[in-house]
């Protein structure tokens, strides 16, 4: 059976960004379903004056944005070309305020994420390794495609990165000097084409809209310098409005360690070699923040790493451009919020807080920040947060209600609701609290969502992934509103290692993730269960990622508590998890907890039936781990068979989904299977098979 409520919140509109300027644009990303409904595209609207315009229109979606102040917008995607074929990689394209947009660059490989600087564009690239410039990364990507070779040569870890694999490309930034005028500018060979090449060029007739896998340079309006890196894997950056500099982090092998972030400085102008900034250790590695407004300082994060004796933990700090030294920012704050710059001395922050979200303010010298806005007596979470026109501009979104953009007043904290581009799925039921107490005496709480009606309802209890996270904002994976919607109660707790808590909560459970984790969540559901409108007999336990380990966890651990069990990426030996995961820090911290905390250790004493949901191509919980735990159920579990002698575990196999399940028809039976393993089990209702699943 179909559920509306399903197709409500998989057709909805949704907010997937938002980008600003200093001086007052906002453009939202959009994702909606395509015209076949079969799949998602990407699509641009601005706020101008209270009223939404589209920016984008067509079927290719929107890949990297940045915006220039004069009404320019630039953005990155594969559209169809006049012999009505999508182009391989994704172009760069300029819109101008008023009229069409222009492709001004393209390149084997496409772009990543875009920067406008005064002068520059900064972009990230995927260039061929042995590769020096644009000409030659062109020519050796083209060798490769005409002899059809696929393979790679690896030297480092990892190889592969959540669902896609690395090498033989590797990440570089690169600049391009931009025109007074795009939209009139004329496309050239790049710098240093030789005049029998421009001849050869024009012999053959190469426009702008030339083959993309041709190796022969190309005309076209902006040229990309490449900047000379660091050694090992670009991870994360970030650069200044002026154009100067860019940070970023790079993974590299450090004594015994592996994929360690060390923090370096480029200067985009003059080029030349990198500035080791901060170098990671074994304990510890850095991150880039966002620049000040003069580009004269910059965020920085310090974490530390998560060892078999020490728990993850972060810092932020301010660091001078000029002298490379760095102070910690709001150090009585225990919380970890993601600083954005209002002024050179003020700064907001969003992060977790409560299960909800707050947006803190305070200077670069205050002990510790003044809330703006959230916190208790809410129930909204804010991110993307930027500063644009002088108001903070970010993302609000809570477990029932759908991201949409707001307004802050950072004098005030008064929040205001901007146009929103986005569908809001209705709401269905109610949302209350729960609260209990753990075994070492600290306070929890869990967010419920309840059905229509005074029930008792059957229950479903989830649990979050990270496994540093928290349920305090929308998702669209593991939302509610079906599960509310056809009857079942959610509870979604927030036990130990949970964000939003302070460092304490963290510390509680990072060395014992079948421990306090688990005691926590079974103490909130006991409370749970005992309400008058819960049915304590009707109950099931589902999860993902982290979760789906707590779901393993369960399983092995509650005899018949729960009627069934849904794991969904999970982790099930946690012994080889750790060699076959893109994570390089997780086999280390978990050589001591394997020997107590491994689920696969127990599946003898499964006894309820489970789904087992995973994707081909997840590579942070291999599909490995999906396989192991699907023999080990037939082989190991004590699981009773059906009537008919046939196990009554059920796998859900995606051969093209990764960690996520993210393709829409993918989506809808993820949640209809879900649903119909409830319904089987915990109500005794039979489920009739989608035509879909085959």
């Given amino acids: 059976m179909t559920h509306r409520s399903i197709e409500e919140l998989l057709d909805?509109?949704?907010?997937?960004?938002l980008t600003t300027t200093p001086g007052g644009r906002i453009?939202?990303?959009?994702?909606?379903?395509?015209?076949?409904?079969?799949?998602?595209?990407?699509?641009?609207?601005?706020m101008v004056d209270g009223a939404l315009l589209p920016l984008t229109r067509g079927s290719a979606s929107v890949g990297s944005l940045a915006l220039a102040e004069d009404g320019t917008t630039l953005f990155t995607a594969k559209r169809v070309g006049e012999d009505g074929d999508e182009a391989e990689d994704a172009q760069l394209w300029a819109l101008p305020a008023r009229g069409e947009a222009r492709e001004i660059a393209a390149r084997p490989g496409g772009f990543g994420g875009l920067h406008l600087a005064e002068g520059l564009l900064v972009a990230e690239l995927e260039v061929h390794s042995q590769a020096t410039d644009e000409a030659a990364h062109a020519r050796l990507a083209a060798t490769r495609e005409k002899a059809k070779v696929t393979a790679a040569l690896h030297s480092g870890f990892p190889t592969r990165f959540w669902d896609h694999d690395l090498g033989p490309m590797r990440s570089v930034l690169a600049v391009a000097t931009l025109p007074d005028d795009l939209q009139r500018a004329e496309a050239t060979l790049p710098p240093g084409a030789s005049a029998a090449t421009e001849a050869g060029a024009e012999a053959e007739e190469i426009s702008e809209n030339a083959p993309e896998t041709s190796d022969e340079p190309r005309k076209q309006v902006l040229h990309f310098r490449h900047l000379e890196m660091p050694p090992g894997r670009l991870t994360a950056w970030t650069a200044d409005r002026q154009g100067r500099h860019a940070l970023v982090t790079m993974t590299d092998s450090v004594e015994d360690r592996l994929a360690v972030g060390h923090l370096y400085l480029l200067d985009l102008v003059g080029g030349g070699a990198p500035t080791l900034v901060r170098e990671g250790t074994s304990e510890v590695e850095h991150w880039p923040g966002e620049?000040?407004?003069?580009?004269?300082?910059?965020?920085?994060?310090r974490e530390q790493t998560w060892t078999q004796t020490a728990s993850a933990q972060g810092w932020i700090e301010v660091l001078d451009l000029a002298t490379l030294e760095s102070r910690e920012l709001w150090p009585d704050l225990d919380r970890d919020p993601e600083p954005v710059w209002i002024d050179e001395s003020t700064l907001v922050g969003a992060g977790d807080d409560q299960g909800r979200g707050s947006v803190w303010i305070g200077g670069i010298d205050d002990a510790a920040p003044r809330r703006l806005v959230g916190g208790p007596d809410q129930e909204l979470a804010f991110g993307s947060l930027s500063v644009t026109d002088?108001?903070?501009?970010?993302?609000?979104?809570?477990?029932?209600?759908?991201p949409h953009p707001v307004r802050i007043d950072p004098a005030t904290g008064a929040l205001q609701d901007l146009p929103n581009p986005a569908g809001a799925p209705a709401r269905s039921g109610t949302l209350t609290e729960v609260t209990a107490q753990a075994e070492d005496g600290t306070d929890l709480r869990a967010w419920l969502r309840l059905p229509e009606g005074e029930g008792p309802h059957p229950l479903v209890v989830f649990a979050h992934g990270g496994p540093w996270g928290s349920w305090n904002a929308w998702t669209y994976r593991w939302n509610p509103n079906p599960f509310v919607a056809a009857g079942y109660a959610v509870l979604l707790p927030d036990p130990a290692i949970s964000t939003g808590y302070g460092q304490a909560m963290i510390d509680r459970g990072q060395h014992e993730l079948g421990g306090a984790p688990f005691t926590d969540i079974m103490a909130l559901t006991d409370v749970t269960v005992g309400r008058e409108d819960i049915d304590a007999e009707r109950t099931a336990f589902a999860g993902g990622s982290y979760g789906g380990y707590m779901a393993n966890w369960v399983a092995g651990h509650t005899g018949d508590r729960f009627r069934c069990v849904v794991t969904h990426a999970s982790l099930w030996d946690t012994a080889t998890m750790g060699r076959t995961t893109d994570n390089a820090g997780w086999e280390r911290p978990m050589r001591e907890q394997n020997k107590h905390f491994n689920p696969s250790d127990f599946v003898a004493d499964i006894v309820v039936p489970m789904l087992v949901i995973h994707g081909d191509k997840d590579y942070r919980v291999p599909i490995a781990q999906g396989q192991a735990l699907w023999y080990d159920l037939h082989e190991f579990s004590a699981?009773?068979?059906d009537a008919e002698g046939r196990t009554r575990h059920r796998y859900l196999y995606f051969p093209d989904e990764g960690h996520w399940v993210a393709g829409r028809g993918n989506a809808q039976v993820w949640y209809e299977t879900f649903l119909g393993f409830l319904d089987e089990h915990v109500r005794g209702e039979e489920w009739e098979r989608p035509a879909t699943l085959g």
């Fill in 12 to 17: 909805a509109r949704r907010l997937a960004g």
């Fill in 639 to 641: 699981t009773p068979r």
């Fill in 27 to 46: 453009v939202a990303t959009v994702s909606a379903p395509d015209a076949k409904g079969t799949a998602y595209r990407t699509s641009l609207v601005e």
């Fill in 291 to 301: 620049f000040s407004p003069d580009g004269s300082a910059a965020i920085i994060a």
């Fill in 390 to 402: 002088g108001a903070v501009i970010a993302s609000a979104s809570g477990i029932a209600v759908a």
